[in-house]
């Protein structure tokens, strides 16, 4: 290496810190990243990989019309001239363009097999082929007219289109995903018919808001149809904003058969779910018996999607069925909306959509401007040749003599009828047969309806609403088209109101008998067993709960923390062992004990604190969702909670510690979700030690010695206002004082 090589070389490096280099490309990166690969721009609606596709197709001629040419010739054209990137990435982009299933509104009509919507892959390029649709010619319409700028290719060797002309609504017709760095794009396809006269209503009122377009557009409408069950409200706030989302639901229908038996139709699946997948889903769901309420799936689809779900039990209503179905699998799908898109200044947006609407109508307005401009450019090239050729016609045997006998004969005829260079080229390459077809009168009504058009152009684009009366009449005669072939797939409709409890359809219903020892360990046992049966437990362990439930059943706990703790049935420990403890299955402190363990059978519960102090609280509101409970008594200082009973009946009875009983009105005690309460019984020592709520008429009732049951119907002794003292209990009332 010469000295001279190495100064060159040494003044080209730069200092830098690792850092800021690193930096500066991942920008790099990134940026070409969101602008040249995973963002569709606003106007157009594609990509450039897809861009470059239809381009390339109409390079080839692959018009609707024309014959059909291997995939593998365009995608080689393709990467050859237009996309420096891998065939497959390439043949990939054009399948999914090619997919009924996959658009709404396919751009490339494919000859073979292209995939299908079970999630097979389509075949290699070499044994299929395409052409164009006519939404594809749509979107190109114009593209020779100088209707979109045109930008040299990677090697510079040709030219290919920024956008195109997109006389086709197509982000939104066809929708859009990406995922770009730091951001990405998820766009529904829509239905053209609903869009076309959204977008008629925005030429007359382009400060239409959102509210008034939704009466156009009732919401996406995917190619795979379905069902679209997201509320209204959401609808509107997704599209006023530009992110949200639509809940899908499979379509489906009950079929009946012979002897009042029935089975479940699914005819149409969400969007982007793969049939085999969701088919395959279903089937561990079902071996794995967390599907109890189905028999049996069976995929009998031919041409038509067809899946059938055989119930368990004729008994069963379908609509459950169905809802739990959808809360357990693909058969409802959430399908996002981000209207992040490349505005027609190339930067990432997020555009909602009225904005989205605009963008493509005023693109159309620019094509169409550039359009004009393009043909008032050759009207006048024309017009220019028109007028050599009448005087040709008016001076046909000099022009022929000039041709004949000049040595300069194109300088001959500029001088001596004062021709333009242009207009003398025309001339002499005029064949000499079309000269005797020159006829002075057809020569004038062309120039005439020239001029005529010309002057409807200068008119047209000086004047702004002639220019929306034309593209009107563009997306009237587009919605002509698709109104005759074209109808709405997706289905809009509210998810019905279906109140139940999954859990009792999800698990077998099955009689359990739960046992609770004092120590906190649990287990349930098959059939309801007699409740004085002795069980075994644990050295130092002994009985504290036991109580009849099914499987289907949730349990709450009620702890001395004021904390309800919900427990599923199904979930506990069976066997004849001494079970496992509470500790496994939810956050209990080890000093805290339980109070009260008792099916969630919708009562209202009332609950009480050693302070005198309680409430009562609905039973869902009750319920917890996790493990660290759900706090609904508060309790102040060393304060315990010692009671919760259901509240069956009218009144109120409470007994201390000091065995002073206080009966009162249930209608004194509010109903709250969480809190303090209000005092029900004061007292100087010793607290609160049970409470009951019974049926005045029926008298109140405790468990006495020896297993004997003690009614009271006189209860005027002890009968008071909430807050009060009480006074000493009946002869007989157990020690230490409990109801039950």
Same mark, same amino acid.
């Given at each position: ?185 998820? &766009? ?60 899908? #639901? ?26 085999? #997948? ?14 109890? /309420?189905?028999?049996? &799936? ?146 004038? =009504? ?53 109140? /139940? ?171 709250? =979700? ?17 409470? =009951? ?45 409990? /109801?039950?």
């Amino acid at each position: 290496m010469t000295d001279d090589v190495k100064t060159n070389l040494s003044e080209q490096i730069v200092d830098t810190s690792f850092s800021s280099a690193l930096s500066e490309r991942y920008l790099a990166y990134a940026l070409s990243t969101i602008t040249s690969r995973s963002l569709p721009d606003v106007r157009d609606g594609l990509k450039p990989v897809h861009r470059r596709l239809l381009y390339a197709m109409r390079e080839l001629k692959l018009d609707p019309g024309q014959g059909f040419k291997k995939s593998a010739r365009v995608v080689g054209d393709v990467m050859g001239k237009f996309h420096p990137h891998g065939d497959a990435a390439i043949y990939d982009a054009m399948v999914r363009l090619a997919q009924e299933f996959a658009m709404r509104y396919r751009l490339v009509d494919g000859q073979g097999n292209f995939g299908n919507i079970d999630g097979d892959n389509a075949a290699a390029m070499r044994y299929t082929e395409a052409r164009m649709t006519e939404v594809a010619r749509l979107l190109l319409d114009g593209i020779d007219e100088n209707a979109v700028d045109f930008r040299s290719t990677y090697d510079g060797e040709s030219e290919e289109p920024l956008l195109l002309p997109a006389g086709f609504p197509n982000l939104l017709a066809n929708g859009a995903q990406g995922i770009a760095v730091g951001m990405a794009t998820s &766009i529904p396809p829509h239905n053209v018919i609903e869009l076309a006269d959204a977008s008629l209503h925005l030429i007359k009122y382009p400060n239409a808001s959102v509210d008034t377009l939704l009466k156009y557009i009732k919401g996406p409408d995917f190619p795979t149809g379905g069902v679209l069950v997201e509320p209204q409200d959401s609808i509107r706030e997704a599209y006023s904003t530009g992110r949200g989302g639509f809940r899908v #639901r499979a379509k489906w229908s009950v079929e009946k058969e012979k002897g009042g038996a029935w089975q479940i139709i699914v005819t149409e699946i969400p969007y982007q779910v793969q049939k085999s #997948r969701l088919i395959e889903r279903l089937a561990e769901m079902l071996q794995a018996k967390k599907l109890p /309420f189905l028999a049996d &799936i069976r995929d009998e689809s031919a041409e038509d999607l067809r899946i059938v779900l055989e119930p368990r039990s004729r008994r069963l209503e379908a609509e459950v069925l169905m809802e739990s179905l959808f809360k357990l699998s693909d058969l409802e799908t959430r399908i996002p909306l981000n209207l992040n898109v490349l505005d027609a200044n190339g930067r990432p947006e997020v555009l909602d959509l009225r904005g989205t609407l605009n963008a493509w109508l005023a693109h159309r307005r620019v094509v169409l401007q550039r359009r004009s401009r393009f043909r008032l450019d050759k009207i006048a090239s024309r017009l220019e040749v028109l007028e050599g050729y009448l005087i040709v016609y008016l001076n046909l045997d000099e022009v022929i003599a000039i041709i004949r006998e000049a040595d300069n004969p194109r300088k001959q005829l500029m001088s001596r009828f004062e021709l333009m260079e242009t207009q003398v080229n025309s001339i002499l390459d005029m064949r000499l047969r079309s000269l005797r077809r020159l006829e002075e009168m057809s020569l004038r =009504t062309e120039r005439e309806n020239l001029i005529a058009e010309q002057k409807g152009l200068d008119q047209l684009l000086c004047d702004a609403g002639l220019q929306w009366e034309i593209i009107s009449n563009e997306i009237k005669n587009l919605k002509s088209i698709f109104t005759k072939i074209d109808k709405r797939l997706t289905e809009c409709a509210d998810a019905p109101k279906i109140n /139940f409890d999954p859990n009792k359809i999800l698990v077998e219903r099955e009689a359990i008998t739960i046992i609770c020892s004092v120590k906190g360990w649990i287990r349930a046992m098959k059939g309801h067993l007699e409740l004085d049966t002795e069980f075994k437990f644990k050295d130092g362990d002994g009985p504290g709960f036991v109580l009849h439930a099914e499987t289907t059943d949730r349990i709450l706990l009620f702890a001395e923390n004021g904390r309800f703790y919900t427990l599923i049935a199904d979930k506990l420990p069976r066997g004849r062992g001494f079970g496992e403890p509470l500790s496994l299955m939810i956050d209990l402190p080890a000093d805290v004990n339980i109070v009260r363990l008792l099916r969630a059978n919708g009562k209202k519960l009332l609950v009480a604190a050693s302070t005198g102090h309680g409430l009562i609280v609905e039973t869902e509101a009750a319920l917890a969702q996790t493990r660290s409970g759900k706090q609904v008594l508060n309790l102040p200082g060393d304060a315990r909670a010692v009671a919760c009973c259901p509240v069956e009946g009218d009144t109120v009875a409470s007994v201390g510690v000091n065995r002073k009983m206080l009966v009162f009105g249930l209608d004194e005690m509010p109903e709250m =979700t969480r809190g303090r309460g209000v005092i029900m019984q004061r007292f100087k020592d010793g607290g609160l030690a049970d409470v =009951t709520v019974f049926e005045s008429s029926n008298g109140l009732a405790w468990q006495a010695g020896g297993g004997r049951n003690r009614t009271v119907t006189d209860l005027k002794p002890w009968t008071g206002r909430r807050g009060g003292a009480g006074k000493l209990p009946p002869i007989g009332f157990p020690r230490p004082a409990r /109801f039950n």
